[in-house]
T-cell receptor, first 114, second 113 residues
Framework: ETGVTQTPRHLVMGMTNKKSLKCEQH?????MYWYKQSAKKPLELMFV???????ENNSVPSRFSPECPNSSHLFLHLHTLQPEDSALYLC?????????????FGDGTRLSIL | GESVGLHLPTLSVQEGDNSIINCAYS??????FIWYKQESGKGPQFIID?????DKRQGQRVTVLLNKTVKHLSLQIAATQPGDSAVYFC????????????FGTGTRLQVTL
């Protein structure tokens, strides 16, 4: 059982739609992350939050908008996406952003853009 | 640039044999390394980690070896089982930036009966 839960597991949307991905962690961690996983490519870090404050934004297009209302929840708001945005979006959490502790991942949302 | 890479994209191992998955890293400043397992339809699952002040760490059926001289990391799985079939990633955590993990592209382990 994962301590990081992501919903929905699958999402199909058109390029003009607006949707949100949700992540919840039950591990008492203070840092949360969004990653993009595309076929045959390494995981790409998108955003990092520490204690609800965004500390990292890896040149992600503005059509992806993260939100972290508290240390247990993380959202990724999507609008006007492109076909190349189809991928597996993974959420992760860790104890903090400074100590060497592993990140724990959810099972991801498989996103398909029509 | 600095990168984390894997030597073999696919490894086929017979059930009961030992598996060795390799990873090369090029950033000498990296001080923390993690192995993840990703099964089909699931997210990466933490297996084992090792800090740069160690050269070996053992878990349940798994051992990670770190050779800082040649910047090489390996994951050994003893008595490989069908349930070990998955993609395995190594990741390095550049010192002082625990929020940044650099991942390799992964090695697929296939366990044959």
């Amino acid at each position: 059982e994962t301590g990081v839960t992501q919903t929905p597991r699958h999402l199909v949307m058109g390029m003009t739609n607006k949707k949100s991905l949700k992540c919840e962690q039950h591990l008492g961690h203070n840092a949360m992350y969004w990653y993009k996983q595309s076929a045959k490519k390494p995981l790409e870090l998108m955003f990092v939050y520490s204690l609800e404050e965004r500390v990292e934004n890896n040149s992600v297009p503005s059509r992806f908008s993260p939100e972290c209302p508290n240390s247990s929840h993380l959202f990724l708001h999507l609008h006007t996406l492109q076909p190349e945005d189809s991928a597996l979006y993974l959420c992760a959490s860790s104890q903090d952003t400074v100590s060497n502790q592993p990140q724990h991942f959810g099972d991801g949302t498989r996103l398909s853009i029509l | 640039g600095e990168s984390v890479g894997l030597h073999l994209p696919t490894l086929s191992v017979q059930e009961g044999d030992n598996s060795i998955i390799n990873c090369a890293y090029s950033n000498s400043a990296s001080d923390y390394f993690i192995w993840y397992k990703q099964e089909s339809g699931k997210g990466p699952q933490f297996i084992i980690d090792i800090r740069s002040n160690m050269d070996k760490r053992q878990g349940q059926r798994v051992t990670v070896l770190l050779n800082k001289t040649v910047k090489h990391l390996s994951l050994q799985i003893a008595a490989t089982q069908p349930g070990d079939s998955a993609v395995y990633f190594c990741a390095e955590n550049i010192g002082g930036t625990a929020s940044k993990l650099t991942f390799g592209t992964g090695t697929r382990l296939q366990v044959t009966l």
